[in-house]
C-alpha cells in the first residue's frame, strides 16, 4: 500500500525565518495531497491541498510545491509566527469514493522560538 | 458550521475488555473515518465508510470492529484491549469526493 514519508522529523527555528518540509509518497495513483496540521491540544486542521494535475499552490505563508515525476512534495512557511508551531501532517490518497483512503505520514514537529 | 464530536474524550479499560468509541458528525458528509495516532508514529488509518452501512478496512484493522448504521455516526470497538493499545483514536469525516478531512478532538484509550 501507499507509504508517505516525511522529513525532518522536527525542527526547531527562530521567528520569522523560513521552512521547508518535505514529503515523498510510493504509490503512483495518488492524486490528491491534503497537509494538515496539529497545534498542542488541538485537534488536526487542514492547511493546504494540491492534486496531481498541479505543480505549486501558495496561500498566504504557505507554499506547497509537487513533482509527480519524482514524487516528492514540499511545503514552505515563510516568516514563521510562534503561532506556526505545531505537527505537520503530509498526506496521500487515490480519490475520492472507495478511493478515499488517505495515508499520512509521521508528522514534522516545528518549533518557532519567539 | 459542523462539528465532530468523539465520547468518550478519555477510556480507561482492563486488559482484554472489548471497549467502543463512538463519533458523531453533523455536516451531513458521507465518509468518516477512524485513525489511530501514536506518538512518533503519525496516524494509521483503521476503517472508513464511504456510506451508511458501508465498511473498509483500513491498513490497522486487525483487533477492531466498526459499524455505520446512521450517516452521522460511525462507532469503533476495541475487540480486546491490549496494553500495547494505549493511544489517541482520531475520527474524521469528510464532503466524500477528495476534500479535506474534519477530525474530532480524539479519544484517549489507556488499558490497565
Known amino acids: 500500500g501507499e507509504q508517505v514519508e516525511q522529513l525532518p522529523s522536527s525542527l526547531i527555528v527562530q521567528e520569522g525565518a523560513s521552512v521547508l518540509i518535505n514529503c515523498s509518497y510510493t504509490?503512483?495513483?495518488?492524486?490528491?495531497f491534503p497537509w494538515y496540521k496539529q497545534e498542542p491540544g488541538k485537534r488536526l486542521q487542514f492547511i493546504i491541498d494540491?492534486?496531481?494535475?498541479?505543480e505549486r499552490k501558495q496561500t498566504q505563508r504557505l507554499t506547497l510545491l509537487f513533482d509527480k515525476k519524482t514524487k516528492h512534495l514540499s511545503l514552505h512557511i515563510t516568516a514563521t509566527q510562534p503561532g506556526d508551531s505545531a505537527i505537520y501532517f503530509c498526506?496521500?490518497?487515490?480519490?475520492?469514493?472507495?478511493?478515499?483512503?488517505?495515508?499520512f505520514g509521521k508528522g514534522t514537529k516545528l518549533s518557532v522560538k519567539s | 458550521g459542523g462539528i465532530i464530536t468523539q465520547t468518550p474524550k478519555f477510556l480507561i479499560g482492563q486488559e482484554g475488555q472489548k471497549l467502543t468509541l463512538k463519533c458523531q458528525q453533523n455536516?451531513?458528509?458521507?465518509?468518516m473515518y477512524w485513525y489511530r495516532q501514536d506518538s512518533g508514529k503519525g496516524l494509521r488509518l483503521i476503517y472508513y465508510?464511504?456510506?451508511?452501512?458501508?465498511?473498509q478496512k483500513g491498513d490497522l484493522s486487525e483487533g477492531y470492529d466498526a459499524s455505520r448504521e446512521k450517516k452521522s455516526s460511525f462507532s469503533l470497538t476495541v475487540t480486546s484491549a491490549q496494553k500495547n493499545e494505549m493511544a489517541v483514536f482520531l475520527c474524521?469525516?469528510?464532503?466524500?469526493?477528495?476534500?479535506?478531512?474534519?477530525f474530532g478532538e480524539g479519544s484517549k484509550l489507556t488499558v490497565l
Open positions: 498526506s496521500a490518497s487515490r480519490g475520492g469514493g472507495s478511493n478515499a483512503k488517505l495515508t
Open positions: 455536516f451531513n458528509h458521507d465518509t
Open positions: 465508510s464511504i456510506t451508511e452501512n458501508d465498511l
Open positions: 494540491i492534486r496531481s494535475n498541479m
Open positions: 504509490d503512483s495513483a495518488s492524486v490528491y
Open positions: 474524521a469525516s469528510s464532503p466524500g469526493d477528495t476534500g479535506q478531512l474534519y
